[in-house]
Protein backbone atom coordinates (compact mmCIF):
# COMPACT_ATOMS: atom_id res chain seq x y z
CA UNK A 1 0.00 0.00 0.00
CA UNK A 2 2.25 3.17 1.27
CA UNK A 3 4.83 1.25 2.89
CA UNK A 4 7.01 0.70 -0.30
CA UNK A 5 9.40 3.80 -1.36
CA UNK A 6 11.38 4.79 -4.22
CA UNK A 7 13.82 7.72 -4.59
CA UNK A 8 15.92 9.37 -7.93
CA UNK A 9 18.66 11.65 -7.04
CA UNK A 10 17.66 15.33 -7.91
CA UNK A 11 19.83 16.15 -11.22
CA UNK A 12 22.82 18.03 -10.76
CA UNK A 13 22.42 17.49 -6.89
CA UNK A 14 24.92 14.63 -5.41
CA UNK A 15 23.55 14.64 -2.09
CA UNK A 16 19.76 15.64 -2.45
CA UNK A 17 16.61 13.06 -3.90
CA UNK A 18 13.28 13.06 -4.04
CA UNK A 19 11.38 10.69 -2.74
CA UNK A 20 7.55 9.55 -2.23
CA UNK A 21 5.78 10.44 1.00
CA UNK A 22 4.59 8.34 3.57
CA UNK A 23 1.12 7.89 3.28
CA UNK A 24 0.02 8.24 -0.18
CA UNK A 25 -0.71 5.78 -2.26
CA UNK A 26 1.31 5.05 -5.60
CA UNK A 27 -2.00 6.36 -7.84
CA UNK A 28 -2.11 9.53 -5.90
CA UNK A 29 1.16 10.66 -5.79
CA UNK A 30 2.20 13.02 -8.87
CA UNK A 31 5.20 15.16 -9.40
CA UNK A 32 4.30 17.80 -7.23
CA UNK A 33 4.09 15.62 -4.21
CA UNK A 34 7.50 14.13 -3.92
CA UNK A 35 9.23 15.09 -1.19
CA UNK A 36 13.03 16.51 -1.90
CA UNK A 37 14.90 16.19 0.88
CA UNK A 38 19.09 15.61 1.67
CA UNK A 39 21.22 12.78 2.55
CA UNK A 40 21.16 14.20 6.02
CA UNK A 41 17.71 13.65 7.02
CA UNK A 42 17.14 17.96 6.26
CA UNK A 43 13.51 18.20 4.09
CA UNK A 44 14.45 21.00 1.81
CA UNK A 45 10.61 20.91 -0.44
CA UNK A 46 7.27 19.13 0.36
CA UNK A 47 4.01 20.54 -0.97
CA UNK A 48 2.04 17.11 0.68
CA UNK A 49 0.98 16.52 4.20
CA UNK A 50 3.20 13.74 4.70
CA UNK A 51 6.43 13.44 5.64
CA UNK A 52 9.14 10.66 4.53
CA UNK A 53 9.19 6.74 5.94
CA UNK A 54 12.22 6.00 8.27
CA UNK A 55 13.08 2.94 6.60
CA UNK A 56 12.33 4.58 3.50
CA UNK A 57 15.54 6.92 4.20
CA UNK A 58 17.84 5.37 6.13
CA UNK A 59 17.87 2.96 2.56
CA UNK A 60 17.73 5.36 -0.23
CA UNK A 61 20.22 7.81 1.96
CA UNK A 62 22.83 4.82 2.27
CA UNK A 63 22.78 4.24 -1.49
CA UNK A 64 22.50 7.89 -2.93
CA UNK A 65 25.61 8.60 -0.99
CA UNK A 66 27.37 5.37 -1.26
CA UNK A 67 26.50 4.91 -5.24
CA UNK A 68 27.15 7.94 -7.12
CA UNK A 69 27.02 5.74 -10.47
CA UNK A 70 23.09 4.98 -9.51
CA UNK A 71 20.44 7.91 -9.51
CA UNK A 72 17.43 5.69 -9.01
CA UNK A 73 16.60 3.35 -6.08
CA UNK A 74 13.24 0.98 -5.52
CA UNK A 75 12.55 -0.92 -3.08
CA UNK A 76 9.22 -3.01 -2.60
CA UNK A 77 7.43 -5.77 -0.90
CA UNK A 78 5.50 -7.99 -2.65
CA UNK A 79 4.29 -11.16 -2.49
CA UNK A 80 6.56 -13.36 -4.90
CA UNK A 81 9.53 -10.73 -3.71
CA UNK A 82 8.90 -11.66 0.14
CA UNK A 83 8.38 -15.27 -0.43
CA UNK A 84 12.13 -15.57 -2.19
CA UNK A 85 13.65 -13.58 0.43
CA UNK A 86 12.31 -15.86 2.85
CA UNK A 87 13.95 -18.94 1.16
CA UNK A 88 17.43 -20.08 1.79
CA UNK A 89 18.27 -21.01 -2.03
CA UNK A 90 17.93 -17.16 -2.61
CA UNK A 91 16.60 -16.44 -6.36
CA UNK A 92 17.31 -19.44 -8.81
CA UNK A 93 18.21 -19.31 -12.35
CA UNK A 94 15.59 -21.78 -13.23
CA UNK A 95 14.22 -19.27 -16.34
CA UNK A 96 15.60 -17.03 -18.87
CA UNK A 97 13.63 -14.21 -16.85
CA UNK A 98 15.46 -15.51 -13.90
CA UNK A 99 18.79 -16.05 -15.26
CA UNK A 100 19.15 -11.87 -15.90
CA UNK A 101 19.94 -12.26 -11.47
CA UNK A 102 22.41 -15.28 -11.71
CA UNK A 103 24.38 -12.96 -9.50
CA UNK A 104 22.79 -10.47 -6.71
CA UNK A 105 23.06 -9.46 -3.12
CA UNK A 106 21.51 -10.14 -0.27
CA UNK A 107 20.88 -8.59 2.46
CA UNK A 108 20.55 -10.00 6.27
CA UNK A 109 17.15 -9.08 7.87
CA UNK A 110 17.56 -6.95 11.12
CA UNK A 111 14.54 -5.86 11.90
CA UNK A 112 12.54 -3.04 10.48
CA UNK A 113 15.15 -0.96 8.46
CA UNK A 114 15.37 2.55 10.39
CA UNK A 115 18.04 2.34 12.31
CA UNK A 116 21.14 4.28 10.61
CA UNK A 117 23.98 2.37 11.84
CA UNK A 118 22.58 -0.34 9.04
CA UNK A 119 23.31 1.75 6.15
CA UNK A 120 27.21 0.95 6.56
CA UNK A 121 26.24 -3.03 6.41
CA UNK A 122 23.79 -2.10 3.96
CA UNK A 123 26.26 -0.98 0.94
CA UNK A 124 28.74 -3.25 2.10
CA UNK A 125 26.33 -5.79 0.70
CA UNK A 126 24.73 -4.25 -1.92
CA UNK A 127 28.69 -3.60 -3.59
CA UNK A 128 28.41 -3.16 -7.00
CA UNK A 129 25.18 -4.89 -7.98
CA UNK A 130 21.67 -3.26 -9.08
CA UNK A 131 19.88 -6.25 -7.66
CA UNK A 132 19.61 -7.18 -3.94
CA UNK A 133 17.31 -9.80 -2.18
CA UNK A 134 16.57 -8.18 1.42
CA UNK A 135 16.37 -11.15 3.64
CA UNK A 136 13.16 -11.76 4.92
CA UNK A 137 11.90 -8.68 3.96
CA UNK A 138 11.39 -7.91 -0.19
CA UNK A 139 13.46 -6.35 -2.96
CA UNK A 140 15.52 -3.67 -3.65
CA UNK A 141 17.24 -2.27 -6.95
CA UNK A 142 19.18 0.81 -8.36
CA UNK A 143 19.77 2.11 -11.72
CA UNK A 144 21.80 5.04 -13.26
CA UNK A 145 18.47 6.06 -14.99
CA UNK A 146 14.69 5.88 -13.67
CA UNK A 147 13.77 3.70 -16.73
CA UNK A 148 17.17 0.93 -16.01
CA UNK A 149 15.69 0.92 -12.26
CA UNK A 150 12.22 0.05 -13.22
CA UNK A 151 13.72 -2.21 -15.74
CA UNK A 152 15.37 -4.21 -12.95
CA UNK A 153 12.69 -4.25 -10.83
CA UNK A 154 10.00 -5.34 -13.35
CA UNK A 155 12.35 -8.39 -14.31
CA UNK A 156 13.45 -9.14 -10.83
CA UNK A 157 9.46 -9.34 -9.47
CA UNK A 158 9.03 -11.47 -12.41
CA UNK A 159 11.46 -14.13 -11.62
CA UNK A 160 10.60 -14.28 -8.23
CA UNK A 161 7.08 -15.16 -9.67
CA UNK A 162 8.57 -17.65 -11.87
CA UNK A 163 10.73 -19.42 -9.32
CA UNK A 164 7.12 -19.05 -6.42
CA UNK A 165 5.82 -21.02 -9.58
CA UNK A 166 8.34 -23.84 -10.44
CA UNK A 167 9.02 -24.67 -6.93
CA UNK A 168 5.07 -24.85 -5.90
CA UNK A 169 5.03 -27.88 -8.82
CA UNK A 170 7.12 -29.87 -6.78
CA UNK A 171 8.64 -31.67 -9.76
CA UNK A 172 12.71 -31.78 -10.51
CA UNK A 173 13.67 -28.70 -12.09
CA UNK A 174 16.20 -28.37 -15.64
CA UNK A 175 18.92 -26.65 -14.55
CA UNK A 176 21.46 -25.54 -17.79
CA UNK A 177 25.08 -25.74 -17.74
CA UNK A 178 27.38 -23.34 -15.57
CA UNK A 179 28.58 -21.45 -18.69
CA UNK A 180 25.19 -21.17 -20.30
CA UNK A 181 24.27 -19.45 -17.55
CA UNK A 182 26.99 -17.23 -17.59
CA UNK A 183 26.76 -16.50 -20.84
CA UNK A 184 23.11 -15.47 -20.33
CA UNK A 185 23.41 -13.67 -17.13
CA UNK A 186 26.12 -11.26 -18.84
CA UNK A 187 24.05 -10.85 -22.06
CA UNK A 188 20.99 -9.81 -20.24
CA UNK A 189 22.56 -6.72 -17.94
CA UNK A 190 21.68 -3.82 -18.69
CA UNK A 191 24.02 -1.71 -21.20
CA UNK A 192 23.05 -4.70 -23.93
CA UNK A 193 21.15 -2.19 -26.18
CA UNK A 194 20.46 -5.18 -28.76
CA UNK A 195 18.53 -6.53 -26.17
CA UNK A 196 16.85 -3.61 -24.86
CA UNK A 197 17.43 -4.27 -21.68
CA UNK A 198 18.28 -1.19 -20.04
CA UNK A 199 14.85 -0.11 -20.58
CA UNK A 200 15.32 2.53 -23.11
CA UNK A 201 12.88 0.57 -25.16
CA UNK A 202 9.98 -0.23 -22.40
CA UNK A 203 10.18 2.89 -20.18
CA UNK A 204 8.75 5.12 -23.13
CA UNK A 205 6.09 2.35 -23.83
CA UNK A 206 4.98 2.37 -20.23
CA UNK A 207 4.75 6.42 -20.28
CA UNK A 208 2.47 6.07 -23.03
CA UNK A 209 0.60 3.60 -21.72
CA UNK A 210 0.18 5.43 -18.67
CA UNK A 211 -0.13 8.91 -20.53
CA UNK A 212 -3.71 6.66 -22.09
CA UNK A 213 -4.94 5.99 -18.43
CA UNK A 214 -4.08 8.88 -16.77
CA UNK A 215 -1.50 11.19 -17.36
CA UNK A 216 -2.44 13.32 -13.59
CA UNK A 217 1.17 11.67 -12.80
CA UNK A 218 2.40 14.55 -14.70
CA UNK A 219 1.35 17.43 -12.05
Not at 9 to 32: C, K
Not at 57 to 67: E, G, L, P, Y
Not at 106 to 119: M, N, S, T, V
Not at 121 to 140: E, P, S, T, Y
Amino acid sequence: MIANHISCRVPGQDNQFLINPYGMLYEEINASSLVKIDVDGNVLLNASDYGVNAAGFVIHSAIHTARHDVDCVAHTHTVAGMAVSAMECGLLPVAQTCMRFLHVAYHDFEGIADDPAERERLIAHLGNHDAMVLCNHGLLVVGKTIATAFNTLFRMERACEVQVAALSCKTKLIKPSERILEDTYNRMRPGDNALGLSGELAWPALLRKLDRVDPSYRN
